[in-house]
């Protein structure tokens, strides 16, 4: 039993944070013995085997994209640290436990400051949601450590953004930009592209969104931002092919199709509207914006319905 969990506490700690990784085990040979090279470094006497694994909290409807981290390297950390190392890094639905092993890394006084940057970046992403006051500390200790750090200002920007403070993410974003190898800058791309539509600059908004569709041609709130822009300018048809490749992409994300309901609505096909809005709370049955939306076209609905029957009754 003690075999089976350190494997699989490795395996998700590197499963849920290294792309790389995941890609490797599309390849037998190579991720099997990388998992097992890994076990053999990782396992020593009196390890602890890391928490369950579950998925991550999915962010409200509103909220910008989620922040990004990345899976530490084991040998770079002490080797003691290890099993606070893999708890801090891993996946949990309560993230208590994983804070806690965090604040442990950064308070050892063990670890050097490429190392020290990653537990806070990670510790803050842990307390975005809730507490995202600490997780802005944490980003700026980390800030002011690694001053270039692209991945720290990327994931700081988003917490400006959660508090609409667009100016101070576009500063964050800019220098993530300029310092990410443009192959990982897409999302920064897509972060600056919503701060440019929420101050309404619609031209910069759709150049950032296009540049991080040709980065990252699966990424989806791309389409989901760019249908904003393009129904506030009265594009309808492409606004309604964003929103559908948004939920071709994200069939689990209602915001795809409450997009897609707007568009059918301000193009007058309230039952077609109707039936993307209840697709949306198919997903998420608790939306207040697909809820109000529902009863509101409905009203439409049954207003039309009565007054196709009066214009009968005259007409009789």
């Not at 965090?102 to 803050?124: D, F, H, K, M, W």
């Not at 576009?170 to 990410?180: G, T």
Request: glycine letters at 6%; aromatic letters at 10%.
């Amino acid at each position: 039993m003690r075999l089976t969990a350190h494997i699989a506490a490795l395996h998700g700690a590197y499963w849920s944070f290294d792309r790389w990784y995941r890609l490797a085990w599309y390849i037998w040979p190579g991720s099997l013995a990388l998992l097992v090279c890994g076990w053999i470094y990782v396992e020593k006497p009196g390890g602890a085997a890391a928490p369950a694994l579950g998925p991550w909290a999915k962010p409200a409807a509103s909220a910008p994209p989620q922040p990004v981290r990345h899976s530490p390297i084991l040998a770079n950390w002490p080797e003691k640290l290890h099993s606070d190392v893999i708890t801090c890094f891993s996946n949990a639905i309560d993230p208590t436990p994983l804070v806690e092993a965090c604040t442990r890394l950064i308070e050892s006084g063990q670890i050097e400051n490429p190392q020290l940057v990653a537990a806070y970046s990670q510790r803050g992403i842990l307390q975005r949601l809730k507490q995202p006051d600490y997780a802005l500390e944490d980003y700026n200790a980390a800030v002011k450590i690694q001053p270039n750090a692209p991945l720290v200002l990327t994931n700081r920007a988003w917490i400006y953004m959660t508090r609409n403070q667009y100016d101070d993410a576009i500063a964050d974003l800019n220098k993530a930009i300029e310092l990410f190898p443009p192959a990982q800058a897409a999302r920064s791309y897509v972060y600056r592209g919503y701060c440019y539509l929420r101050l309404m600059d619609n031209t910069r908004a759709m150049s950032d969104l296009n540049e991080a569709l040709r980065l990252d041609p699966n990424a989806t709130d791309p389409y989901l931002y760019r249908g904003e822009i393009e129904r506030r300018q009265k594009l309808y048809d492409a606004a309604l092919r964003d929103f559908d490749e948004h939920i071709k992409l994200a069939p689990r994300d209602s915001r795809g199709f409450i997009g897609r309901s707007d568009i059918l609505e301000a193009t007058g096909r309230i039952q077609d509207a109707l039936a993307a809005v209840e697709n949306a709370l198919a997903v998420d049955p608790d939306n207040a914006r697909a809820l109000v939306g529902r009863d509101q076209l409905r009203t439409q609905l049954n207003s039309g319905s009565q007054g196709n029957a009066k214009k009968g009754n005259g007409e009789n």
